[in-house]
């Protein structure tokens, strides 16, 4: 499906003001109206064991702009799914990021019909309907994924394992094989957050 948008900014951008007029406002939920959204691999962008950061939305005061800043990652490229991940990293601009995947957010999220576990939602089948909707308006994102997994690793060193909640901080550093064993990846802080290989 083609589209009128010849930058993936460009598009995201008109895809919030379709999120806000046919999903968030229709549940009294105002998007920022000075977000910023952009296509680039989120700071904790590293591989957990079968989860990969795929949004990030960084607080007001993280930005020297004072805005809310949010990425939608390169590996993506199914415009329904980079809709739905825009979704879900809306809520935290919305928040400002100050509660995490908690109750708030947690509230805000089936509010728009997000599903699943609050560190990694899926849209609920109305809500597919509405992004599907949004999908055949804007045509496809313009965009094809990146295979993250083509990048080279070094595998001598010691490694960043960080919790991928922005608003959480845990980290530590372990060796490639110890985290090969590891059968948890659940924070141990309780935020609620998934550990992840930076």
């Given at each position: 499906m083609s589209n009128s948008y010849s930058t993936r900014e460009q598009w995201l951008v008109a895809a919030v003001e379709h999120l806000q007029s046919q999903v968030f406002g229709k549940v009294g939920l105002t998007i920022p109206t000075d977000v910023k959204v952009s296509c680039s691999f989120p700071s904790r962008g590293g591989?957990?064991?079968s989860r990969r950061t795929i949004g990030q939305c960084w607080a007001?005061?993280?930005?020297?702009?004072?805005v809310n800043e949010v990425f939608i990652s390169p590996t993506l490229d199914d415009t329904v799914q980079v809709l739905d991940v825009?979704?879900?990293e809306l809520i935290h601009a919305i928040?400002?990021?100050e509660h995490g995947?908690?109750?708030a957010?947690?509230?805000?999220?089936?509010?728009?019909?997000?599903?699943?576990?609050?560190t990694s939602t899926e849209a609920g089948e109305e809500l597919t309907e509405k992004l599907k909707a949004i999908h055949a308006e804007l045509g496809d994102f313009p965009h094809s994924k990146i295979d993250a997994s083509q990048r080279k690793k070094q595998t001598t060193r010691m490694v960043k394992v960080e919790c991928d909640d922005i608003c959480?901080?845990?980290k530590f550093r372990a060796s490639r094989s110890a985290i090969a064993d590891m059968v948890i990846f659940d924070c141990p802080t309780g935020c609620g957050g998934t550990l992840e290989v930076k």
């Open positions: 591989l957990a064991k007001r005061r993280a930005s020297d702009a004072k825009l979704t879900h928040d400002d990021c995947h908690g109750k957010f947690r509230d805000m999220a089936l509010l728009v019909g997000l599903t699943g576990k609050m959480c901080g845990f």
